[in-house]
């Protein structure tokens, strides 16, 4: 675009002036007339050729053209602002506030009353916004000078960062309440056998001594589940690699359960032949008894367990271990692998639950690439269904 000349207005005042002076004097008013021409037309003449501004503005457009295509693929969302509009939002910032935003003014386009804060803010800065694209998001929005006119504002989500560090807080605290229990029972019925001394009759003494060995078992059990835990975690992204027979192991724990609990309290059904895993054998071990300790726990004692392993075609094996009992309310059945997680805290507790065996088998499950599925029927029973991947061929021949 080419600005337009500016009128010498004042010069064709004077220039106008001076030819109607002369006119008057009794020159001929032709001559004063062209005269006046000759005026204006020198004046318009020196006049400063008008500034082309087209290149400043194609300057302008090439370098928004360039940052725009810089910042587009990067994986953290993006605004660059002119002033207090948004020129450009890469690909990621669209996605997370909608491609509107691009040419609104900031205010609009950032809306919360935090973002504001950062906007008026001279040199800069961050903020963190708890809600600031719905639910319990949490961002931090940080605004950087790019030159006299431009600003970029760096967007970082920073939710499931809270979320992580939300579940550890809560599962510290979930722990430190699960010992504090029993621990508090222990000193309160030692100090009860200790103030008392030869005042606590005998079978007063045989059954405090009874429930402190119960309360401490309980911590034992708690504390072996935590490490449990804490192990199977640390070890999740360490893909197993020992070939198991899950059904020879399974004959195994169910026979060594069998001998405490009696064998009439198991049905089992397992393949001919082998039934191979690439597994954990320690951790497999483990989920067997998890699931098969709740089975009798919380099934009708009066009814067996079934432990079936069956293996496909394409060799994935399955195994199953279902009670019958009153089993489980479909609202309960998504929460039960999580830590502390139970339907009947009284009775988990009575049954001697740490709230924890779940939350292994998840995480166990979860390291070996399998599947958990729970089914529950009101007044039926439940099945656990793990189904393990067919391990490659090569390894189970030693080949790898
Ligand atoms: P707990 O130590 O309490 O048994 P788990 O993590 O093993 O902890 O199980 C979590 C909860 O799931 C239990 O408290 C119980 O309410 C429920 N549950 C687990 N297995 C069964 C089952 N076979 N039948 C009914 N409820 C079950």
Do not use: C
């Amino acid at each position: 675009m080419i600005a337009e000349r500016a009128i010498p207005w004042v010069g064709i005042a004077l220039a106008l002036a001076s030819s109607l002076g002369l006119a008057i004097a009794g020159v001929d008013l032709w001559l004063a007339l062209i005269l006046a021409m000759f005026w204006i037309g020198s004046l318009w003449l020196a006049l400063p050729e008008p500034e082309v501004e087209a290149p400043r503005i194609n300057a302008e457009q090439a370098s928004r053209d360039a940052m725009r295509e810089t910042i587009e693929s990067l994986g953290q969302p993006m605004l660059v602002l002119e002033g207090a509009r948004v020129t450009i939002a890469n690909a990621a910032a669209r996605a997370a506030l909608g491609a509107h935003v691009v040419d609104q003014d900031a205010r609009i386009a950032l809306r919360h009353p935090d973002a504001m804060r950062l906007l008026e803010m001279d040199d800069g800065g961050s903020v963190t916004i708890t809600g600031f694209t719905g639910g319990r998001s949490l961002w931090q929005l940080t605004r950087r000078k790019i030159d006299t006119r431009r600003w970029l504002i760096e967007l970082t989500d920073r939710t499931s960062e809270a979320d992580v560090s939300r579940a550890h807080t809560d599962f510290v605290a979930n722990s430190s309440h699960e010992l504090r229990t029993p621990l508090a029972a222990i000193i309160g019925y030692v100090e009860t056998l200790a103030e008392g001394g030869p005042s606590v009759d005998e079978a007063a003494r045989t059954r405090f001594y009874e429930v402190v060995l119960r309360e401490a078992r309980r911590m034992q059990s708690l504390v072996e589940d935590l490490m449990s835990l804490s192990h199977v975690e640390a070890e999740k992204h360490d893909r197993p690699s020992e070939p198991v027979d899950i059904a020879k192991l399974a004959a195994r724990v169910v026979g060594e359960i069998g001998s405490i609990q009696g064998r009439d309290r198991f049905a089992t059904e397992f393949p001919e032949g082998e039934s191979m895993v690439l597994a954990d054998a320690g951790q497999l071990e483990q989920l067997l008894r998890n699931l098969i300790d709740n089975a009798l726990k919380y099934g009708d004692p009066d009814e067996p367990v079934s432990v079936q392993v069956t293996r496909s075609a394409s060799s994935s094996v399955t195994l199953a271990i279902t009670d019958r009992g009153p089993g489980i309310e479909p609202q309960h059945i998504p929460h039960l692998t999580r830590r502390f997680y139970r339907t009947d805290p009284g009775r988990s507790r009575a049954a001697g639950g740490t709230g924890l065996g779940l939350a292994i088998v998840k995480h166990i499950v979860e390291r070996h690439r399998a599947q958990l599925d729970i089914v529950s029927k009101l007044g039926e029973g439940t099945t656990f269904t793990v189904s393990f991947p067919p391990p490659p061929q090569v390894s189970l021949n030693g080949l790898s």
